[in-house]
């Protein structure tokens, strides 16, 4: 059995980061690994997208609408533009946190306001969690929400815990180690 994974949001609030935590968990529990990323204007706040499937033996990266095992959003209007990925009833992680894209700030377009609303209706697994306060308030450091995020994800995965440690040692510089695991044990109890 094959799981996918897909994981959303704008540039620069670690969905890359967060991607590659989860390919490394994954391999280091044994599974076959692929991904693909998205992040074309990441850098002026675009949208980014990355891709994760583990199983026995896994042949493509590319994850069909419709077969998402878990979604994660850090941004909430990202998390509905990619709803149609999610399997019906699976788990979809969404962050609260709201960034307002420049065709909204320049007066093009209007971002929703029943944002909330929309969510729970298109999800009936949701866990809607203010990821970027719980970051800010709790660990001092707003930056560890996409880990935050990770730990609620990882409740829906099946990869046992020594493979998260491995994995955040791994992928995290180690001055943001002990702060990215704390961040994700959090998450976990969300």
Known sequence: MIKNIILVGVGGQGILLAA???????????????TNEIHGMAQRGGSVTAQ???GEVVHSPLILEGTADVLGA???VEALRYAAWLKPGALAAVSAESIIPVTVSSGR??????????LRECFPNLKYLDCAGIAAQKFGNPRAANTILLGALANGLDLPEPAWRAAIDECVKPQFRELNRRA???????
Not at 21 to 34: E, K, P, Q, R
Not at 184 to 190: A, D, N, P, S, V
């Open 20 to 34: 590659r935590i989860i390919a490394s968990a994954a391999g280091h529990a044994g599974y076959d690994v692929t």
């Open 52 to 54: 994760i499937r583990y």
């Open 74 to 76: 850090l941004e909430q």
């Open 109 to 118: 377009a209007s971002y929703p306001g029943d944002v909330e609303t929309r």
């Open 184 to 190: 994700f044990e959090y998450g976990r109890t969300l």
